[in-house]
T-cell receptor, first 106, second 121 residues
Framework: SYELTQPRSVSVSPGQTASITCSGDQLGNKYACWYQQKPGQSPVLVIYQDNKRPSGIPERFSGSNSGNTATLTISGTQAIDEADYYC?????????FGGGTRLTVL | QVQLQQSGPGLVKPSETLSLTCSVSNYSISRGYYWGWIRQPPSKGLEWIGSISHTGTTYNNPSLKSRVTISIETSKNLFSLKLTSVTAADTAVYYCARGRGWTADDAFDFWGQGTVITVSS
């Protein structure tokens, strides 16, 4: 079965750029999307189709996808961005989620 | 703004069937899109359970496939999940969500509030 691998945790200082990766076999040939989830809340879509932002998502969130790796980039990271982030892709009739990355802003 | 409201019992006994319903507001599900179920065990990541189109085409997670039934009732503007023969491993927060595209392979853009399901006798 297809797998997506994310780092368990990423730390960033306020105002700096955070990058969260998601790796999977030939992931660049699929669409990747990203969700933000804060404790006790439902996930929120922040990036879809590799690099598109839904309405209401700040411009500091961006995405890319090439080769075997999709990347979520948060520019000018703020304390409110501290959350778990999950990547997702579709493979052979199945939605697959990455294991999630805890972003800490310190 | 599309809204998804989940309902269902929070406690299910082992070996019984888990049943959840997701009622959709501000969008007629008969118009299209895919509708999915996702779960999250305590302190763990997201797991896709399955998705259904407005015409009833379904895709299910192979690891759960034989136990999962997802159905849709366009007249009531809702879709449902049934998971049979539950065990403690099925304890999780269950979410319903809307797929943002006209095919199953797209992101989920609107989510329900989540339902905590505990499997215990």
């Amino acid at each position: 079965s297809y797998e997506l691998t994310q780092p368990r945790s990423v730390s960033v200082s306020p105002g700096q750029t955070a990058s969260i990766t998601c790796s999977g076999d030939q992931l660049g040939n699929k669409y990747a999307c990203w969700y933000q989830q804060k404790p006790g809340q439902s996930p929120v879509l922040v990036i879809y189709q590799d690099n598109k932002r839904p309405s209401g998502i700040p411009e500091r969130f961006s995405g890319s996808n090439s080769g075997n790796t999709a990347t979520l980039t948060i520019s000018g990271t703020q304390a409110i961005d501290e959350a778990d982030y999950y990547c997702q892709a579709w493979d052979s009739g199945t939605e697959v989620f990455g294991g999630g990355t805890r972003l800490t802003v310190l | 703004q599309v809204q998804l409201q989940q309902s269902g019992p929070g406690l299910v006994k082992p070996s019984e069937t888990l049943s959840l319903t997701c009622s959709v507001s501000n969008y007629s599900i008969s118009r299209g899109y895919y509708w999915g179920w996702i779960r999250q065990p305590p302190s763990k990541g997201l797991e896709w359970i399955g998705s259904i189109s407005h015409t009833g085409t379904t895709y299910n997670n192979p690891s759960l496939k034989s136990r999962v039934t997802i159905s849709i009732e366009t007249s009531k503007n809702l879709f449902s999940l049934k998971l049979t023969s539950v065990t403690a491993a099925d304890t999780a927060v269950y979410y319903c969500a809307r797929g943002r595209g006209w095919t199953a392979d797209d992101a989920f853009d609107f989510w329900g509030q989540g339902t905590v399901i505990t499997v215990s006798s």
